[in-house]
């Protein structure tokens, strides 16, 4: 799949098969986060790769929009010094892009994915072994759709995207973008 059509097609998969994703499709998927691009450079992120579906059940209980990493193959929690304090402004940018090099790296596998904000650092630190100087900002939760939800042959939804001509102004500000 190109790079236009995979962005064109992924949507957020919240409900995922029973199927291990192979260790080498993890490492590939992870591994195109690392290869992300950052501001100066920086590379601010670790991830923890989560399996264990003990642990995979404790992380989806650390924010209300966590609940899909329960089902999940496996989870990507993005670890970083504290995103606050400068010059880290820049951070939740860098880890929006590696995040998303991650999932469309995970959809050209076949594999869905679904970003989750954790509301509970404290929790998520403690299951993890994350130092409490490190933030645990989101996680993302990995699998195979599930074949009653799969979006890959769906079109798009009607409520989808603002076209092009909505969000886009020439040269200067337009209020009608």
């Avoid at 920086?42 to 650390?62: E, G, I």
């Avoid at 759709?145 to 079109?155: L, Q, V, Y």
């Amino acid at each position: 799949m190109d790079v236009s059509e995979a962005i064109k097609s992924n949507r957020s998969v919240r409900q995922f098969t029973d199927q291990p994703v192979p260790r080498e499709q993890i490492e590939q998927i992870v591994n195109a986060g690392r290869l992300s691009g950052s501001a100066k450079n920086r590379q601010p992120w670790s991830f923890v790769v989560v399996t264990q579906r003990d642990t995979l059940q404790t992380l989806s209980q650390c924010g209300p929009w966590c609940t899909h990493l329960a089902g999940a193959a496996f989870a990507v929690v993005m670890v970083v010094k504290d995103m606050h304090e400068p010059p880290t402004l820049t951070t939740p940018f860098d880890l929006g892009r590696a995040s998303q090099n991650m999932i469309l790296a995970a959809w050209e596998l076949g594999i869905g994915s679904c970003m989750a904000t954790v509301y509970e650092p404290d929790r998520t630190r403690a299951a993890l072994s994350v130092p409490a100087d490190r933030a645990v900002p989101w996680a993302i939760s990995f699998g195979y759709p599930h074949p009653d939800i799969d979006p890959r042959g769906r079109a798009p939804r009607k409520e989808g995207r603002r076209s092009f001509e909505d969000v886009a102004s020439w040269e200067a500000w337009d209020e009608n973008a």
